[in-house]
């Protein structure tokens, strides 16, 4: 199967999107790519689903225009209204996009330790962007209260709630699972990612897990400091947060209600350090010419942990989230690795790459 789906990629984008006109109708049908490198090192077959592809660059775009078509349908929203949300970036960002193609308003709260870049580009896609201090969910000034907070307080207004509204991972039920099913033509035998709200995985998982009549192994990658593994793994007993990631965009100190549809039927769940994200932050940039950001890697050094924990010859899918421009005065910065202790991570040959 490896070879027939080597010949997917980069030529099926091109020809789905050939005729599409606007935003809106180019989310989605992104292609999937072998790994080829890291599969011929682990003996079985890993894919990742280019989600950089996407208009708005990232996975995020199908749950932004999922959340957005799930709160016209049922009346919630009229044109000329805004929509209020709270982000680490993506979300905002396919958000601010569907907002232009639709007319509506956009106002993101967001943590104040995100990335310049994102909150740059948010600006410059007409986002109304609200920096707030990074406290934690059980904290009213969390960028999510706030987000709901200032939509209650206006007209015409919805807080799309990324993380509990389960629109979110229905978008990944209906668009990501299918494709990759139809792209492994039914073969695949794990599918494995990190989660911030958990759409991407409730949604793919679910959708291939019926699909194979519950063949399909699904599994939780995490970042440091989230909660998710130790509950997971506790079977739901116990809760503990340490430590931090430099990643972005996951790791979770709750169960959300998008994770929480889907959660009982996961295999198994793991941490990745940031040591292992960054190197192959690195390593897919110098071995499969991939420009990609320290979510998309975790899930990358997962899926190549799954293989070893699968028999050879396995079908492993994971996401590659997004691409690494939205990061890299952070990721290949020599001063910011130093900063977080990331300089001996990267083997002597990568550290070229390491240029700003
Ligand atoms: N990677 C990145 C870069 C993200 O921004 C996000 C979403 N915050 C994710 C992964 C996780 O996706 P999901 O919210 O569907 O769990």
Redesign the pocket.
């Known amino acids: 199967m490896a070879s027939a789906l080597r010949n997917i990629s980069w030529s099926r984008r091109f020809a789905t999107h050939s005729s599409v006109q606007g935003f809106n109708g180019a989310v989605g049908n992104t292609p999937l790519i072998y790994l080829k490198g890291l599969s011929k090192k682990t003996g079985s077959h890993i894919y990742g689903k280019a989600e950089f592809q996407n208009p708005g660059g990232?996975?995020?775009d199908r749950?932004a225009l999922g959340l957005v078509r799930d709160a016209e349908e049922r009346g919630l929203i009229k044109p000329g209204g805004t929509v209020v949300e709270g982000?680490?970036?993506?979300?905002g960002i396919g958000l601010a996009h569907v907002c232009r193609a639709k007319g509506y308003k956009c106002v993101i709260y967001m943590p104040n330790t995100q990335s310049q870049e994102k909150i740059d580009l948010l600006r410059m896609l007409g986002a109304d962007v609200r920096p707030v201090p990074a406290v934690a969910f059980e904290n009213p000034q969390n960028y999510n209260h706030q987000a709901r907070e200032y939509a209650i307080s206006i007209e015409n207004a919805i807080w799309t709630n990324?993380?509990d509204n389960i629109a979110?991972a229905k978008a990944?039920y209906e668009t990501t699972g299918p494709e990759i099913w139809e792209q492994t033509k039914g073969q695949v035998d794990a599918f494995i990612?990190?989660?911030?709200?958990?759409?991407?995985?409730a949604?793919v998982g679910k959708y291939l897990k019926e699909m194979s009549n519950g063949k399909t192994q699904i599994w939780l990658a995490d970042p440091p400091g989230s909660v998710l593994t130790s509950y997971i793994t506790s079977g739901g007993r116990l809760i503990e947060r340490s430590g931090s990631s430099i990643?972005?965009?996951?790791g979770q100190g709750r169960i959300t209600d998008?994770?929480g549809t889907f959660i009982s039927e996961l295999s198994g769940a793991f941490t990745v350090p940031d040591s292992k994200s960054i190197e192959m932050v690195y390593d897919l940039l110098d071995s499969e010419g991939l420009y990609v950001?320290?979510?998309?890697a975790l899930?990358v050094v997962a899926a190549v942990e799954l293989a070893q924990r699968l028999p050879k010859g396995s079908n492993i899918v994971t996401?590659i989230?997004?691409g690494a421009y939205?990061y890299q005065t952070r990721l290949f910065s020599k001063a910011w690795l130093r900063s977080k202790d990331l300089e001996d991570a990267i083997p002597p040959h990568l550290k070229k790459y390491a240029v700003l």
Do not use: P, Y
């Not at 950001?293 to 998309?296: K, V």
């Open positions: 990232s996975v995020k749950a982000t680490a970036g993506n979300t990324q993380f979110n990944h990612c990190a989660t911030g709200t958990g759409g991407t995985l949604g990643t972005e965009g996951i998008n994770l950001g320290a979510s998309s899930n996401i989230c997004d939205r």
